[in-house]
């Protein structure tokens, strides 16, 4: 067989193929549209006569806010060129019948015609969608998990009210560290809804003991030194997105394992509920309760200053300080 006509027939095989392919295919230039594939004619709505004319505009077809994404042109009609460099994106387009499409482009210059851009749109609308309303789902979930904890927080406190509103205010100074820490989004979630209910153990503990205004004996302070476990078999039972029961089940565990119920040290407490500790201690010392006062700011720390590295965390302790400075304006102090 002749090589023309091995050519001719190599051609039309690809022709075929990109005149039948799912994905869009254009093929760009200064001027505009130099080829389209039927998949683009479907995609757009538009007809390839309508693409072709060099007054055509192709930013009508792309969303306002991803225009960016397409370099500028002089002319009154901007014409379909990405910019330089880019490799693989995801831009909007809206159809002739102002349908919203999400499309994943692919370009490449042409070798012996640097001046065209082969361009490869890829339908993801379904997975796009799919993609949103999964994330609509878990933000339901997360407000409706949100609320729940709330709702089990305020039954704790109902039950102590020398400590109401502690949990919450755990919480915030948890999360205020993890967020001065740099922690990522998802880690200071996980220790904001840990802290709403670290306390909870406390609910098998009787409400004489928890206000009590006098000392606890012994077998009284066992109790209360069973919360955490207690809370521990609560919420292992709850499918969290995070180890929320483990978090729980250690925050009155301390570093050198001088801490409780399970005594455990350094390398074997998860790295929230050593946070956790700090944030309990401090805002526990820095509010009023029945057998003693609030510390000061500056005794509280001292305390946890002098105990970085052995009972608590240094990172931690160091953030906290840095935040309780702030709070109550004692920056020029030094606790060193």
Not at 172 to 199: G, M
């Amino acid at each position: 067989m002749a090589i023309k006509n091995i050519q001719s027939i190599s051609l039309e095989i690809i022709r075929t193929i990109i005149d039948n392919t799912k994905e869009s295919i254009y093929l760009a230039s200064s001027e505009g549209f130099e080829y389209v594939n039927p998949a683009f004619e479907k995609l757009t709505g538009y007809k390839k006569e309508e693409i072709y004319a060099r007054n055509f505009n192709f930013l009508r077809l792309v969303h306002p806010d991803d225009r960016h994404l397409f370099s500028a042109a002089k002319g009154s009609f901007p014409k379909p060129n990405i910019l330089a460099g880019t490799e693989l994106l995801e831009f909007r387009l809206m159809n002739l019948k102002g349908e919203l499409k999400y499309v994943e482009a692919s370009t490449s210059r042409l070798e012996e015609n640097p001046c065209l851009t082969l361009v490869i749109l890829r339908d993801i609308t379904s997975r796009k969608k799919t993609e949103i309303e999964l994330k609509e789902t878990l933000d339901k979930l997360r407000k409706t998990m949100g609320a729940t904890i709330q709702a089990i927080s305020l039954t704790i406190e109902s039950r102590d009210p020398y400590t109401a509103g502690h949990q919450r205010r755990v919480s915030d100074l948890a999360r205020s560290i993890t967020t001065r820490l740099a922690y990522p989004t998802e880690e200071i979630d996980e220790i904001r809804l840990a802290a709403q209910v670290h306390d909870l153990g406390k609910i098998s503990v009787p409400a004489e003991i928890l206000n009590k205004p006098g000392a606890l004996n012994p077998d009284e302070f066992e109790m209360i030194k069973d919360h955490p476990r207690v809370g521990y078999e609560i919420l292992k039972t709850i499918e969290f997105p995070w180890p929320v029961a483990q978090i729980v089940h250690q925050h009155h565990e301390r570093l050198d394992g001088s801490g409780y119920p399970l005594g455990l040290k350094d390398g074997q407490i998860h790295p929230m509920a050593k946070i956790l500790a700090v944030a309990d201690v401090v805002e526990a010392m820095l509010s009023h309760r029945p057998y003693r006062p609030a510390f000061s700011p500056e005794t509280v720390i001292q305390e946890i200053t002098a105990n970085a590295g052995k009972l608590y965390d240094q990172a931690a302790v160091k953030a906290c300080t840095d935040i309780i400075q702030q709070k109550f304006k004692l920056s020029n102090v030094s606790f060193d």
